[in-house]
């Protein structure tokens, strides 16, 4: 089945306890994307990338790592988390160069809370 | 830059045809109109995409009138599994640029779509 994964699906941390956010997708799409949700401010982008080591910043991408070694997965990082950033996280992904019908596939997000 | 505007909510009741109106007076030539549904704690899911008159699947369809400066999403007979948020993205598909720098696809605040039994 064509998908993008996340894991994990809920985190609870303490502040400053570096994390790493899982992504990875089976479909060989070569754009790859985060997003943060928070309400009344819809969703964000945090980082994308266009293709392997092609990575570039989204709106907010201040406190976020991120990398693209392999073409399947793009962890995110946060090397020291705030309270700030605790948020409804998704991973997305798409071709690139292609009029396709079937836009950007998503993950079934990442709660993460940090305390 | 095509901004979009949506009305941040509509309420129908089951069964009923909805229509919800997205406009983007400044799109251009080579952008294309696409719809997300997203429902609470799930990520967005792509419903419908066009790029001028009328596009029809199995979920909705999509009207563009000739100026292309506004699209409406039309579901027929709405259920209660439809209560979600619809997005209208407008951007050059082929360059993943939705109004940003490539690559940034932008969501605006959608429209809450309530269905009542």
């Known amino acids: 089945e064509a998908q993008v994964t996340q894991n994990p699906r809920y985190l609870i941390t303490v502040t400053g306890k570096k994390l790493t956010v899982t992504c990875s997708q089976n479909m060989n799409h070569e754009y790859m994307s985060w997003y943060r949700q928070d309400p009344g401010l819809g969703l964000r982008q945090i980082y994308y990338s266009m293709n392997v080591e092609v990575t570039d910043k989204g709106d907010v991408p201040e406190g976020y790592k991120v990398s693209r070694k392999e073409k399947r997965n793009f962890p995110l990082i946060l090397e020291s988390p705030s309270p700030n950033q605790t948020s409804l996280y998704f991973c997305a992904s798409s071709r690139l160069n292609n009029r396709d019908s079937y836009g950007y596939t998503f993950g079934s997000g990442t709660r993460l809370t940090v305390v | 830059l095509a901004k979009t505007t949506q009305p941040i909510s509509m309420d129908s009741y089951e069964g009923q045809e909805v229509n919800i109106t997205c406009s983007h007076n400044?799109?251009?030539?080579?952008?294309?109109i696409t719809w997300y549904q997203q429902f609470p704690s799930q990520g967005p899911r792509f419903i419908i995409q066009?790029?001028?008159t009328k596009v029809t699947n199995e979920v909705a369809s999509l009207f563009i009138p000739a100026d292309r400066k506004s699209s409406t999403l039309s579901l027929p007979r709405v259920s209660l599994s439809d209560t979600a948020v619809y997005y209208c993205l407008v951007g050059d598909v082929y360059r993943r640029n939705y109004g940003g720098s490539q690559g940034n696809l932008i969501f605006g605040k959608g429209t809450k779509l309530s269905v009542k039994p």
């Open positions: 400044n799109i251009a030539t080579n952008d294309y």
């Open positions: 066009g790029y001028k």
